[in-house]
């Protein structure tokens, strides 16, 4: 026997081969299942760029078509310069003339009140639109006693309806959530109805056979499958809260761009009037593009692109 054979017969067996512990555990071959999931986020993540660009492009157009509109309008109705101020007049007004910086100063702060009057009105039409939709949907009942008062409420016109608006709240912000919350209330809400109604039978028939009840109908199905519906109504509901709230200020508690704009005219200060309408149009626009980018972004991640 040689000098090798006898020196690994003496060696033990812990030092001859390694233990259990510290073999290292080959890696396993990834499965059908991991591939599958690789291709979902390559594919929800394709779709979020997809949707990005469709809405940042909807955008530019948007801008583009809204200069062209303007300036086109002027000429073709052939309206006096003194009046009619192009895109051109307004950037002076705010950034070359000499009290460029006043003119700044004084309609940013207005529009920065305007908004705020809009935020109160969104948020208080979008919340009750939300809670009168969910309501409908768990009793019929309800749905039959409120849906002639929203009806009622869509068919008066609001400029009749402000008096008496503001002898109930008086001229401060309960009266702007008000008239700013009529005005987004019925599109939000029979956008939220309807996305609500959009369920299939499958899909609460499922939830119904494994035991859950209304509640839980409303809140695994349908408030989810109702996601594009609900931005759909915040999409309506940003130019219509910035309404509100300009009629709110005109009709109630001044201020802002709705209460200023008059003065403006009885000066004619007519480069303020319309540098006050390109702001006001200008921010609806730019709301109304980032909720629409934010919405096409998130159902792309959902699976829900197709029903924007």
Do not use: C
């Not at 929203?150 to 008096?163: D, E, F, K, Q, W």
């Not at 915040?234 to 761009?257: K, Y």
């Amino acid at each position: 026997m040689t000098d090798a054979a006898v020196a690994s017969l003496s060696t033990p067996a812990s030092e001859q081969q390694p233990s259990e512990a510290g073999r290292a555990t080959p890696p396993l071959p990834e499965g059908p299942q991991s591939g599958l999931s690789a291709d979902i986020r390559r594919a929800t993540r394709r779709a979020t760029r997809q949707a990005l660009g469709r809405s940042l492009l909807t955008f530019a157009l948007t801008i583009v078509a809204v200069l062209l509109i303007w300036v086109g309008s002027l000429a073709l109705f052939g309206v006096s310069t003194y009046v009619g101020k192009g895109p051109l007049d307004v950037w002076n007004f705010l950034f070359t003339v000499p009290a460029a910086e006043a003119n700044r100063t004084q309609l940013f702060g207005q529009l920065g009140v305007t908004i705020g009057h809009s935020v109160v009105g969104f948020g208080a039409g979008l919340l009750v639109a939300l809670v009168v939709a969910t309501a409908f949907q768990l009793s019929k009942g309800v749905e039959h006693a409120l849906m002639p008062l929203a009806m009622l409420l869509r068919s008066v016109p609001l400029v009749a309806m402000a008096p008496v608006i503001i002898l109930i709240f008086g001229r401060d912000f309960a009266s702007v959530a008000v008239i700013g919350g009529i005005v987004v209330l019925f599109p939000a809400l029979v956008n939220i109805v309807f996305g609500l109604r959009s369920v299939t039978p499958q899909m609460t028939d499922l939830v119904t056979v494994y035991g859950g009840g209304a509640w839980t109908r409303l809140r695994k199905v349908a408030l989810p499958n109702s996601l594009p519906e609900f931005f759909a109504a915040v999409r309506i509901s940003v130019p219509g809260a910035i309404t509100g709230a300009l009629l709110a200020e005109w009709l109630a508690v001044g201020g802002g761009i709705g209460g200023s704009v008059g003065g403006y005219i009885a000066g004619a200060q007519f480069s303020a009037v319309w540098t006050a309408v390109v702001l006001v149009t200008g921010t609806a626009l730019v709301i109304y593009n980032l909720v629409q980018i934010v919405e096409s972004v998130v159902l792309a991640r959902m699976g829900m692109a197709s029903r924007t």
